[in-house]
């Protein structure tokens, strides 16, 4: 029995009376929901009534021979707005509640109560149902009505789509689910992996189901020291669970007979063989060597999820196709935002042992939860950014867009070479201005060589009377030792000639700290603000824009053909009411950035909304502070406060505040 229904009863018992107003705030549900309970528990004394309570009497009350005839046991509304419970022994309640806890029949679950509660449960009961069950019935299942249970019916159907399921409606017979078999397992994976599947008969909500398959798989990997992580040995119990309560059904995944030759002759096999030779002791049920195939594709779909030059080369087998497949993502990195991993061997390592079981999961849509993505989102927006670029070739290679838990990880991997390429502290050029000639010009850079040699990589100097002359353009830092008579575009420190111990930590510690990205503003053009855009949708938002650059900036030709070639990738949406289009590869002049506020959502990917489009173009020549434009840029669109007070200001200084905060 439900907690919430049994507490309505005890309640009742306890209180002899009470008003719907006080039993909602003690069970704390609405008014209109303690009805529903109400109408429930009516039901349940009823059936158990006419069984005589446990076989043994009735629940009625005994009256007197020859007394008036009492009414079965039921809650009544009093004329003054009052519960009570009627007709009813007390001795039977308590014998009624004694067994509520080991009750598992469907009319003693909980029921849903609220809106995502009955889509599970709705998704849940369709996907195990094999015939057909109306409307009307699933009304009286859940105590809704008809009307309800249409509307959640909707959202089941755009759920469902997602595996390719299909709600299909028969006059007279109701609806029923239909599509593939393994589609229909990874779905109900997917409910089970929710925390919202509701409980039945044939779902994963028992714990002791689940405790003992865990016990099989730990058992198996541990015979054949085959490590699984955690993340997958939860989704490779939930896949089990659900196979052996379809099998139970008649149902059964079928596989090629040429992809079975391939997958029996792998080390995953064996290890799911034993898997699988376990459960069967189990349960009872026999799993056919498809169902084993099955199991060992999760076990070669395991995720890795820490990157470390010292882990096992032969712990996975990199293919040819694998290895170009990284190629060419970190190819695409180096295209779009001009950072060079190509050389980058560890880099590429670790995500091509990232890909090998990425790979599996892909072809058959296999779902990863990753617990660690918001942080990685906030605390590495420009490795997001990067992997989000990535995924678009792991699109095209496997034919299937990848979840944002996937992308997480690919973003780790980008993090951990960017932290590599930090390194230690990064090397500065400087200018150092003197007042007098040559020779105490070259004693003053053989002092800083000498004393900041490892923070330093070019070094020039000058005369206070030369610094005009002077391209500053990659000069990180301005040492002077006299005061300089206008401001310089590039940090400036003033010091003495000797270097005292207070000069020696001054420059230390500018040298050590990476200076504050310089002119980041620039990339940002009043001219390609654009606080109205009116489009009804994504091809007349980028259509639009494109067309409204091309007015002011200069572009080539195909400067909307090379945006949309890169949309049709994979959508530039990073879900936060944000986009990020660009061409597909460097195409203009100079770096910029076009931003657009329309003045409705459009939908950019499916469930994802878009108001604000950055469109980024980025030079074709080499530039210097392109990472600290990405690494603004990034925090900027993943920040939901900044995007959503950029959507209601509408206004470009603001966007400018906000990109320099």
């Known amino acids: 029995m439900d907690a919430k229904l049994a507490k309505l009863i005890e309640i009742l018992r306890d209180e002899g009376q009470i008003s719907p107003a006080e039993l909602a705030r003690r069970l704390d549900v609405s008014v209109r929901t303690v009805r529903t309970y109400v109408s429930r528990a009516n039901d349940l004394l009823a059936r158990t009534d006419a069984q005589g309570g446990d076989g043994a009497r009735p629940m009625v009350a005994s009256r007197p021979e020859g007394g008036p005839s009492s009414s079965r046991g039921r809650i009544e509304m009093r004329s003054s707005s009052v519960y009570r419970l009627e007709g009813v022994d007390p001795s039977r309640i308590d014998e009624l509640l004694g067994r509520s806890g080991s009750e598992g029949s469907h009319a003693g679950e909980a029921v849903p109560t609220t809106s995502e509660q009955r889509v599970a449960y709705l998704m849940n009961d369709l996907l195990y149902r094999t015939g057909w069950i109306t409307i009307d019935d699933l009304a009286q299942i859940l105590y809704v009505s008809r009307v309800t249970v249409s509307d959640e019916l909707k959202e089941v159907e755009r759920r469902l789509a997602r595996f390719d399921l299909v709600l299909e409606r028969r006059p007279r017979y109701g609806i029923r689910v239909t599509g593939p078999e393994l589609k229909r397992r990874l779905c109900l994976a997917a409910v089970a992996a929710s925390g919202h599947s509701a ?54 995944v079928p596989m090629p007979e040429e992809q079975l030759d391939r997958i029996r002759s792998t080390h995953e096999f064996s290890v799911a063989r034993d898997v699988a030779a376990l459960v069967e002791a189990r349960f009872g049920v026999a799993l056919p060597e498809e169902e084993v195939a099955y199991i060992a594709i999760h076990l070669a779909g395991r995720q890795r999820l820490y990157f470390s030059a010292d882990a096992p080369e032969n712990d996975l087998v990199i293919s040819d196709e694998v290895w170009d497949v990284v190629a060419r993502m970190i190819e695409h990195v180096w ?95 400087i200018l150092i201005v003197c007042a007098s000639g040559a020779g105490s010009a070259r004693l003053l850079e053989n002092r800083y060589r000498r004393e900041f ?33 206008h401001p310089l575009p590039v940090p400036v420190r003033e010091v003495g000639f000797f270097l005292d111990e207070g000069d020696l930590h001054l420059v230390r510690e500018a040298l050590e700290v990476s200076p504050r990205p310089q002119g980041v503003e620039s990339y940002f053009d009043e001219r390609l603000f654009f606080s109205h855009l ?66 409705s959502p459009v939908l950019w990917a499916p469930e994802v909304w878009v108001q604000a489009i950055f469109l980024v173009s980025i030079s074709t020549s080499a530039e210097k502070n392109l990472q600290g434009f990405y690494d603004r840029i990034s925090r900027l669109l993943l920040s939901k406060e900044d995007i959503q007070t950029l959507i209601s200001q509408r206004d470009f200084t603001t966007l400018l505040e906000l990109v320099n905060r």
Not at 411 to 419: I, M
Not at 463 to 470: C, F, N, P, Q
Not at 557 to 571: C, H, I, M, Q
Request: aromatic content about 8%; overall charge negative; some cysteine.
């Open 199 to 252: 409980a039945s008969d044939a779902s994963l909500a028992s714990s002791e189901v689940v405790t003992v398959i865990d016990e099989c798989v730990r058992e198996a990997t541990r015979r054949n020291n085959f490590q699984v992580n955690a993340l997958a040995h939860q989704n490779l119990i939930v896949h089990i669970a659900v196979a052996v309560a379809r099998i139970r059904e008649g149902c059964y």
């Open 453 to 485: 040699g490892a923070y330093l990589d070019r070094i020039e100097t000058c005369d206070v009377g030369g610094v005009d002359a002077v391209d500053l353009t990659d000069i990180d830092y301005v040492f002077t030792t006299v005061p300089l008579a």
């Open 335 to 429: 295209t779009v935002f001009r950072f060079d991993f190509r050389d980058d061997l560890e880099l590429r390592m670790n995500l091509a042992q990232h890909v090998t079981p990425l790979a599996v999961r892909l072809r058959f849509h296999m779902r990863m939860d990753n617990p660690l993505l918001s942080d990685i989102k906030n605390r590495y927006p420009l490795a997001w950014t990067m992997a989000v670029e990535a995924s678009a070739v792991l699109a095209d290679a496997y034919d299937a867009r990848l979840s944002d838990e996937e992308i997480g990880y690919v973003a780790l991997a980008f993090e951990l070479a960017l932290e590599r390429q930090k390194g230690g502290p990064s090397r500065k050029n």
């Open 534 to 599: 009116v489009a009804q949708d994504k091809k007349e938002a980028i259509d639009r824009l494109c067309a409204l650059v091309a007015e002011r900036r200069e572009v080539p030709e195909g400067f909307a053909r090379l945006v949309w070639e890169r949309e049709d990738a994979a959508p530039t949406a990073f879900g936060n009411n944000v986009s990020m289009p660009h061409p597909a590869r460097p195409c203009t002049p100079d770096t910029f950035v076009a931003v657009a506020i329309l003045d």
